[in-house]
């Protein structure tokens, strides 16, 4: 089942397009992250599919063809939106009782446990809560309704490094015990590296990448060898190209298996690397799946 | 980190029934029981106000009625002690009420969550935003138009003495049945605007988006329905009946009809305004010429029952005066009609804003 299908999806604000052409597809099962620039139009893909915005092109559907935003799709989302917005003059038991009865399941057992567990009293007003706990509230609401894809939008931005640790060690374990499918938008990338297996990026309001982690970083390579040579690769799917006086860094398309020129070597590439390159390079794009395998350009350039 | 584990999943629901309506209840008294509860003490403090008051009024009534002679000066000091409650009396004061209500209880309604963000978690549960939003605004409207009908049933009460038969020595100025500002506090037509008012506000906080542009927004709307209802729409909810030569300016008898328009003809060709002033003005100076020289002053004079004969004298040359007026037995009806449309109003306003949040979020 993919937990969100979107196809020609398109979102236009007057006249600007916060997000164009955009096909999608993301399986369950998986930590997904949505990786971009301010303004790429990630809280816009977001608020598409949970269907908080209707969108002006396309369409996209959630949890195995449920269109978004409508009810069915409602009762298995769990939304939880960027600054966690909760009413402030509700207390946590309130805001419990309040998320169950608008739900048709809602895990009272689990949700007071976890508060308990985080030292969140119930009688506390959401407004008098820490940043941290604030956060924990808003997960813990969205988790206790069960749902089987959670969608976080900048789930962390917020948070110092511990209440962001336990933020993401909460999602974690959910998905563990739960099987929930999780999606979630960030630009914090040394944490997406430890928690995502799938990674979408977007730039300028267009699909970048959208791959399994382990099939992305399987295909591409870090190079590097003298400056003067980098041209020699030009053909080559080149991400990122970084030169300096004497050597050069490309970031190519090319598994591990794939022939390196002389006096060149080849890296693995670590996700945040990875991210950052085609975070850099807004005209790059690896869609749709990883690159194919380039042998007759190798043999080329090893001439 | 967690020892906690959640219990299996329910299984799926197939036919995926929606979260029961019945469990909206709470969640709107928890949220607007602040609001409701304000709205019943603002209610309530008006209600006993208008209770000591029309006490008072009701007792003064009764003893300046009884009186007699009616022209003693012992009646005419009881009569001072009828305008004991003139702060209600001309009604101003309350139009106020519904106008406050749909301010304060229906705008920030939805203005409040999409200023803070908190409809990006209420607009994404089980429950579904149109039908959030439904659960929310019918009920509260229903209340709020009860309390307010509550209210204008002792208004109602209040204002009896204002249309009861009155003695004209002590009471010169005859009220109207349908004046402007005592009409919409009786009757259904207070329940009505307070229902309207609350609609106003709800849109206006869904299109405004903040809370207080919106209530701005709605008093300055509902002053500008209010104004234009009373002006425009009242006296025309059914055709006026049509009579000549009563002269009403003066004839007209308290708590009676309520005249639409005067105009003179002569030979079966209407007057305009400025010749009906010029043949009055010169027929008063050839009558009465010293009296008065300014044309002011003629047509004031008009409506002293001193000058009824200028009118006979005009009707005798061949002048007709008609007046164009609403009776009191219309009372009722046109209560129906403007509660009817009021109605009509709130629910077209409600519809588009649920139509609103359907399609305009984020």
């Given at each position: 089942?993919?937990?969100?299908?979107?196809?020609?999806l398109?979102?236009?604000?007057?006249?600007?397009?916060?997000?164009r052409?955009?096909?999608?597809?993301?399986?369950?099962?998986?930590v997904?992250?949505?990786v971009?620039?301010?303004?790429?139009?990630?809280?816009?893909?977001?608020?598409?599919?949970?269907g908080?915005?209707?969108?002006?092109?396309?369409?996209?559907?959630?949890?195995?063809?449920?269109?978004?935003?409508?009810?069915?799709a409602?009762?298995?989302?769990?939304f939880?939106?960027q600054?966690?917005?909760?009413?402030k003059?509700?207390?946590?038991?309130?805001?419990?009782?309040?998320?169950?009865?608008?739900?048709?399941?809602?895990?009272?057992?689990?949700?007071?446990a976890?508060?308990?567990?985080?030292?969140?009293p119930l009688?506390?007003?959401?407004?008098?809560?820490?940043?941290?706990?604030?956060?924990?509230?808003?997960?813990?609401?969205?988790?206790?309704?069960?749902?089987?894809?959670?969608?976080?939008?900048?789930?962390?931005?917020?948070?110092d490094?511990?209440?962001?640790h336990?933020?993401?060690?909460?999602?974690?374990?959910?998905?563990?015990?739960?099987g929930?499918?999780?999606?979630?938008?960030?630009?914090?990338?040394?944490?997406?590296?430890?928690?995502?297996?799938?990674?979408?990026l977007?730039a300028?309001?267009?699909?970048q990448?959208?791959?399994?982690?382990?099939?992305?970083?399987?295909?591409?390579?870090?190079?590097?060898?003298p400056?003067?040579?980098?041209?020699?690769?030009?053909?080559?799917?080149?991400?990122?190209?970084?030169?300096?006086?004497?050597?050069?860094?490309?970031?190519?398309?090319?598994?591990?298996?794939?022939?390196?020129?002389?006096?060149?070597?080849?890296?693995?590439?670590?996700?945040?690397?990875?991210?950052?390159?085609y975070?850099?390079?807004?005209?790059?794009a690896?869609?749709?799946?990883?690159?194919?395998?380039?042998?007759?350009d190798?043999?080329?350039?090893?001439? | 980190?967690?020892a906690?584990?959640?219990?299996?999943?329910?299984?799926?629901?197939?036919?995926?029934?929606?979260?029961?309506?019945?469990?909206?209840?709470?969640?709107?008294w928890?949220?607007?029981?602040?609001?409701?509860?304000?709205?019943?003490?603002?209610l309530?403090?008006?209600?006993?106000?208008?209770?000591i008051?029309?006490?008072?009024?009701?007792?003064?009534?009764?003893?300046?009625?009884?009186?007699?002679?009616?022209?003693?000066p012992?009646?005419?000091a009881?009569?001072?002690?009828?305008?004991?409650?003139?702060f209600?009396?001309?009604?101003?004061?309350?139009?106020?009420?519904?106008?406050?209500?749909?301010?304060f209880?229906?705008?920030?309604?939805?203005?409040?969550?999409?200023?803070?963000?908190?409809?990006r978690?209420?607009?994404?549960?089980?429950?579904?935003?149109?039908?959030?939003?439904?659960?929310?605004?019918?009920?509260?409207?229903?209340?709020?138009?009860?309390?307010?009908?509550?209210?204008?049933?002792?208004?109602?009460?209040?204002?009896?003495?204002?249309?009861?038969?009155?003695?004209?020595?002590?009471?010169?100025?005859?009220?109207?049945?349908?004046?402007?500002?005592?009409?919409?506090?009786?009757?259904?037509?207070?329940?009505?605007?307070?229902?309207?008012?609350?609609?106003?506000?709800?849109?206006?906080?869904?299109?405004?988006?903040?809370?207080v542009?919106?209530?701005?927004?709605?008093?300055?709307?509902?002053?500008?329905?209010?104004f234009?209802?009373?002006?425009?729409?009242?006296?025309?909810?059914?055709?006026?009946?049509?009579?000549?030569?009563?002269?009403?300016?003066?004839?007209?008898?308290?708590?009676?009809?309520?005249?639409?328009?005067?105009?003179?003809?002569?030979?079966?060709?209407?007057?305009?305004q400025?010749?009906?002033?010029?043949?009055?003005?010169?027929?008063?100076?050839?009558?009465?010429?010293?009296a008065?020289?300014?044309?002011?002053?003629?047509?004031?004079?008009?409506?002293?029952?001193?000058?009824?004969?200028?009118?006979?004298?005009?009707?005798?040359?061949?002048y007709?005066?008609?007046?164009?007026?609403?009776?009191?037995?219309?009372?009722?009806p046109?209560?129906?009609?403007?509660?009817?449309?009021?109605?009509?109003?709130?629910?077209?306003?409600?519809a588009?804003?649920?139509?609103?949040?359907?399609?305009?979020?984020?």
């Open positions: 089942m993919n937990v969100v299908e979107a196809s020609g398109g979102k236009r604000y007057g006249s600007t397009w916060a997000l052409e955009c096909s999608l597809t993301i399986p369950a099962g998986h997904a992250a949505l971009g620039p301010n303004g790429a139009g990630k809280t816009t893909l977001l608020n598409l599919a949970v908080l915005a209707a969108p002006s092109a396309g369409a996209v559907t959630v949890l195995g063809g449920r269109p978004a935003g409508s009810l069915a409602l009762d298995g989302i769990a939880v939106a600054d966690t917005p909760l009413y003059n509700l207390s946590a038991a309130d805001l419990l009782h309040l998320t169950s009865n608008l739900n048709r399941r809602f895990d009272q057992h689990y949700a007071r976890r508060l308990a567990e985080l030292g969140i009688k506390k007003k959401a407004g008098k809560l820490s940043g941290g706990q604030h956060a924990q509230l808003a997960l813990t609401l969205a988790l206790a309704r069960r749902p089987r894809l959670l969608v976080l939008d900048e789930p962390v931005a917020m948070l490094p511990i209440a962001r336990d933020f993401m060690a909460t999602v974690l374990t959910a998905m563990a015990d739960d929930v499918s999780v999606l979630l938008s960030s630009h914090v990338l040394a944490e997406l590296e430890r928690v995502a297996d799938y990674l979408i977007l300028r309001g267009r699909v990448v959208a791959c399994e982690v382990d099939d992305l970083l399987a295909s591409h390579r870090m190079l590097t060898g400056a003067a040579e980098a041209g020699k690769y030009a053909q080559w799917p080149v991400v990122h190209l970084r030169s300096g006086e004497a050597q050069a860094h490309l970031l190519v398309r090319a598994g591990a298996d794939d022939p390196v020129a002389p006096g060149w070597e080849a890296h693995p590439v670590g996700l945040e690397e990875l991210a950052l390159a975070l850099r390079e807004p005209g790059a690896a869609l749709p799946g990883p690159a194919r395998s380039r042998h007759a190798v043999s080329e350039v090893t001439k | 980190m967690t906690l584990t959640m219990t299996a999943r329910p299984a799926e629901d197939a036919s995926l029934r929606p979260v029961p309506w019945r469990r909206m209840a709470w969640v709107t928890r949220q607007h029981r602040i609001a409701l509860t304000g709205v019943a003490v603002f309530g403090a008006c209600a006993i106000y208008v209770w008051n029309g006490l008072q009024l009701h007792h003064a009534y009764a003893a300046a009625a009884a009186c007699h002679p009616a022209a003693s012992a009646c005419s009881l009569s001072s002690g009828f305008h004991v409650g003139a209600l009396l001309n009604g101003y004061n309350l139009q106020a009420v519904p106008a406050l209500i749909g301010a209880a229906g705008a920030p309604l939805l203005a409040r969550e999409l200023e803070t963000g908190t409809f978690y209420a607009w994404t549960q089980g429950f579904g935003r149109s039908r959030w939003t439904l659960a929310k605004l019918v009920p509260l409207a229903v209340l709020l138009a009860a309390a307010a009908g509550a209210l204008s049933v002792l208004l109602s009460w209040y204002y009896q003495p204002s249309f009861a038969p009155r003695n004209p020595a002590l009471f010169p100025l005859p009220m109207s049945t349908f004046a402007a500002t005592l009409f919409d506090l009786r009757g259904i037509a207070f329940a009505a605007w307070t229902l309207a008012a609350f609609a106003i506000g709800a849109l206006a906080g869904m299109l405004i988006r903040r809370v542009p919106a209530i701005a927004a709605t008093l300055a709307a509902y002053a500008g329905l209010a234009a209802a009373a002006l425009y729409l009242r006296p025309h909810y059914l055709t006026p009946l049509v009579t000549r030569n009563v002269f009403r300016y003066f004839l007209s008898p308290p708590g009676s009809d309520y005249v639409v328009r005067q105009w003179w003809t002569k030979g079966g060709t209407t007057l305009s400025s010749t009906t002033d010029q043949v009055i003005n010169s027929t008063f100076t050839r009558m009465m010429p010293v008065h020289s300014s044309r002011e002053g003629a047509v004031a004079a008009l409506k002293q029952p001193t000058n009824v004969h200028v009118f006979h004298y005009l009707t005798q040359h061949g007709t005066q008609w007046t164009s007026y609403q009776p009191p037995s219309r009372f009722w046109f209560q129906w009609i403007e509660g009817g449309w009021l109605f009509a109003l709130s629910v077209l306003l409600i588009a804003t649920i139509w609103l949040v359907r399609r305009r979020a984020a």
